[in-house]
C-alpha cells in the first residue's frame, strides 16, 4: 500500500497534468523541483532537461541556442546574464514571441521557502485577435484598439495581482495564529481597548490572573470586566495612556487578595492617533511576599545595628542602679525613701524587660516554620490566653477547615496572636466585652487571622502610627512594642497586619500570612546518624524512629565513610564537627567526590558567622540546632521523596 507522502504526491503530479498551461519550479539552489507535461512540450526539452534537479543554466542553454530568445552574438554571456536575473529574483510579467512564431506570457512569483514558480500561456490566439482588430483599423479607431491591447494586458496583470493577495493573505492568516497562540502560552492577562476603554483583544488569561472574572470580556467596558472597585484603581493609568503615556502600575485585587502588576501602553503608530491602549497584567503575589520579607531583614540588620550598641550599654547601666539602689534598700532610710527606692527598683527591673524586647524585635531571627494544625493551635491558643482574661472577658476562637495542616512558625504565631488579644482585653477596661479571633484560607493565598473586639476602635493617630516601634496610648503602662513585633513577624514571612475600626464599635486586626501547603510525608527509609554527642545523637535518633526511619550511628566521619556504601541508605544526617580530624563537612565532600548518591545533610549549632558553617552551607543541606521532631520531618520532606511520590 503507497505511503501518505506517496499518495499526496500522486495527486499533485495528477493535478499538475490537468494544468493546459506550462509550469515549473526552481528551487533556491536553480534546480528543477517540479514541472508538468505540458512545459516539455511547449519547449520541446528533452527529457533530461524536465526531470528533477535539471540546472536552471542548461535549460537556459538550450533555449538560447534554439533561438528562443531571438539571435545573440554571445550565447555564455546570454546564459549568465539570465542566471544572475534568476538569482535576484522578482515576481514578473511579460509577453514575447517564440522562434517558431509562437506568442506566450510569462508570469513568475517567488516562494516562502525560496526559489520560484513560473507559468506559460500560449497566447497566440490572443495576439491573432489583436491582428485582426489591427487589420480592421479603418473600422476602429486607433485610440481604441489600444485601448483594448492595455485592458486585454491589464487583466492578466490583474489576475497575477490577485494570486499575489492570495498568499499574502494565507501568510497573514497563518501569523495571526501563531501570535495568538504566543499571547495564550504567557503566564499574563494581555489585551487591547479601544478609545471607549471596550475590550477589543484579550487572551484567555483574565481568570487565573484575577479569579471570577468573566472569561470572555470582548466588547465589555473595563468596569463591566473587572468591577468597579478594580477599575477604579487603573483608570488613572487608562487615562494617562490615552493622553500619551505609558505607566506601570501595581494595586491589590480586594476580591482575592492578589498584587497585580499592570503595564498600560498607548496604541499609537508613529506620530499618529492614539488608536486604544495595550494592557499587560501579571500575578506578582509571590514576589511582592518575597520582597516585603527581603525588606523587613533588611529592616531588622539595621535595627540591631543600630540598637544593640545601645542595649548593651543601658544594660550596663541598669545593673549599676540595680545593685546601688538594693544597698540602698538594706539602708536604714524614712519611709517616704524607702518608698522611692522601691518605684526606682521597679522603674528599672522593667527597663530591663524593655531590653530583652528591644532585643527580640531588633536581633536576627530566622522564622522556623513546621507543619500546624490549625484546629490543635486554636485549642492551645484558647487555652494559653483565657489564663490572662477575666471572668468579664468572653473569648471566642473560630478556625475554619484550612483542608489540612499549613506550614507556620507556632511559636512566633502563638505570640503574636496573645498579645493582638491581650491589647484587646485592655481596649475594652474594666467591663470587660466579647473577643473574637478567627482563621480562614483567603483565595488559597493567605492564611488570614483576625481579633476583633468590643472596645472603643482605635483612634485617628492609632489607625496610622500603631505598628511604629515605641507607639503606645498606655501612658507609662505600655512599652509600644506589641503591635510592632507583630508587625514584624508579618513582614518576616511575607505577610501583612492591617488595622481597622469596626461599626458600630470596637477594633479589628487583620493579619495575613503566605499560605503554604504541607507537602507529603517523607517515606520511611534507611538513615546514617553520623553525631559524637551521645546525648544528641540519642534525642536525633528518637525523632527519626518517631517519623518512621530504620537508624543506623556512627560517632566518627571514618566510621561513617565505611557505612556509606551500604545497600538501601536513604539519607546521611551529620553533625559538622565529630571526633577525630576529619569534620562533617569533609565527609561530605568525600562523599560527594566519590559519587556518592545519598543525600548529606548537615546539622551544627555554630553560629553564622562562623566560617566551617558558611562553607557547609555553600554545597550542603544544613540544618540549624535546635530542632523537633515537626521541623526536622518539614526539613527532610524537601529531600527525601515522599510516599506518594515513592
Excluded: C
Amino acid at each position: 500500500m503507497p505511503s501518505v507522502e506517496e499518495t499526496h504526491a500522486g495527486l499533485v503530479r495528477a493535478g499538475l497534468n490537468l494544468i493546459q498551461q506550462a509550469l515549473s519550479i526552481f528551487d533556491s539552489n536553480l534546480r528543477l523541483a517540479v514541472s508538468n507535461p505540458r512545459f516539455q512540450t511547449m519547449f520541446d526539452f528533452p527529457d533530461a532537461l524536465v526531470a528533477p534537479g535539471a540546472a536552471f543554466e542548461d535549460v537556459i542553454r538550450y533555449q538560447v541556442l534554439r533561438g528562443e530568445y531571438g539571435p545573440v552574438e554571445n550565447v555564455e554571456e546570454a546564459v549568465r546574464v539570465r542566471v544572475d536575473a534568476a538569482r535576484a529574483f522578482v515576481p514578473h510579467y511579460m509577453e514575447r514571441q517564440r522562434a517558431n512564431g509562437r506568442w506566450i506570457s510569462v508570469e513568475g512569483a517567488p516562494l516562502p521557502q525560496g526559489g520560484w514558480v513560473t507559468v506559460y500561456t500560449d497566447i497566440t490566439e490572443v495576439k491573432l485577435q489583436e491582428g485582426l482588430l489591427r487589420a480592421r483599423s479603418e473600422e476602429l479607431s486607433g485610440e481604441v484598439l489600444a485601448h483594448a491591447q492595455r485592458l486585454a494586458q491589464a487583466n492578466r496583470q490583474l489576475a497575477a495581482s490577485n494570486t499575489a493577495l492570495e498568499e499574502a493573505k494565507r501568510e497573514l492568516t497563518e501569523m495571526e495564529a501563531r501570535t495568538r497562540l504566543t499571547t495564550e502560552m504567557m503566564p499574563a492577562h494581555i489585551a487591547h481597548v479601544g478609545r471607549d476603554l471596550r475590550y477589543t483583544y484579550s487572551n484567555r488569561r483574565l481568570n487565573s490572573v484575577l479569579p471570577g472574572r468573566p472569561l470572555n470580556i470582548l466588547g465589555l467596558t473595563g468596569r463591566e470586566a473587572l468591577g468597579p472597585a478594580t477599575f477604579a484603581k487603573i483608570e488613572p493609568n487608562l487615562r494617562q495612556a490615552l493622553a500619551g503615556e505609558a505607566t506601570v502600575l501595581e494595586f491589590s485585587d480586594d476580591d482575592s487578595g492578589r498584587r497585580i502588576r499592570g503595564a498600560f501602553t498607548p496604541d499609537r503608530l508613529g506620530d499618529g492617533p492614539i488608536n486604544g491602549i495595550y494592557i499587560l497584567s501579571m500575578d506578582v503575589t509571590e514576589e511582592v511576599q518575597a520582597r516585603a520579607a527581603l525588606t523587613q531583614t533588611r529592616k531588622r540588620e539595621l535595627a540591631a545595628q543600630l540598637t544593640s550598641g545601645l542595649a548593651h550599654d543601658f544594660s550596663n547601666l541598669l545593673t549599676i542602679i540595680l545593685g546601688l539602689q538594693s544597698r540602698l534598700e538594706r539602708a536604714a532610710l524614712p519611709p517616704e525613701a524607702a518608698d522611692l527606692v522601691q518605684a526606682t527598683l521597679a522603674a528599672a527591673r522593667r527597663g530591663g524587660v524593655l531590653l530583652e524586647r528591644i532585643g527580640s524585635i531588633s536581633g536576627k531571627r530566622a522564622l522556623r516554620p513546621v507543619a500546624v494544625d490549625l484546629a490543635a493551635f486554636g485549642a492551645e491558643l484558647r487555652v494559653l490566653a483565657r489564663a490572662a482574661l477575666p471572668d468579664t472577658v468572653v473569648l471566642d476562637i473560630r478556625i475554619d477547615d484550612f483542608g489540612g495542616p499549613v506550614l507556620l512558625d507556632p511559636g512566633a504565631m502563638q505570640d503574636a496572636l496573645v498579645n493582638l488579644i491581650l491589647n484587646a482585653r485592655d481596649a475594652m477596661g474594666p467591663g470587660g466585652g466579647r473577643i473574637v479571633m478567627a482563621g480562614r484560607a483567603v483565595r488559597d493565598t493567605w492564611a488570614e487571622f483576625t481579633v476583633a473586639d468590643d472596645g472603643p476602635g482605635f483612634t485617628a493617630e492609632a489607625l496610622e502610627r500603631g505598628l511604629d516601634p515605641f507607639f503606645t496610648t498606655k501612658g507609662g503602662e505600655g512599652s509600644g512594642l506589641g503591635l510592632a513585633m507583630v508587625y514584624d513577624h508579618a513582614n518576616l514571612a511575607g505577610g501583612s497586619v492591617r488595622l481597622a475600626n469596626r461599626v458600630p464599635r470596637g477594633a479589628l486586626v487583620t493579619l495575613r500570612l503566605p499560605l503554604r501547603r504541607v507537602v507529603a510525608p517523607t517515606a520511611p527509609g534507611l538513615v546514617l546518624l553520623v553525631e559524637d554527642s551521645d546525648e544528641i545523637r540519642e534525642s536525633v535518633r528518637g525523632m527519626l524512629q518517631d517519623m518512621g526511619h530504620a537508624v543506623i550511628e556512627a560517632v566518627s566521619a571514618d566510621e561513617a565513610e565505611a557505612l556509606a556504601g551500604l545497600p538501601g541508605l536513604q539519607l546521611i544526617l551529620s553533625d559538622i564537627n565529630l571526633q577525630g580530624a576529619t569534620s562533617g563537612v569533609v565527609l561530605a565532600e568525600r562523599l560527594a567526590a566519590a559519587g556518592s548518591p545519598v543525600p548529606v545533610v548537615l546539622m551544627t549549632s555554630l553560629p553564622e558567622t562562623d566560617p566551617r558553617r558558611a562553607r557547609a552551607a555553600q554545597r550542603f543541606a544544613l540544618l540549624p540546632k535546635p530542632f523537633d521532631t515537626p521541623a526536622l520531618a518539614g526539613f527532610l520532606s524537601r529531600l527525601i521523596p515522599s510516599e506518594t511520590a515513592a
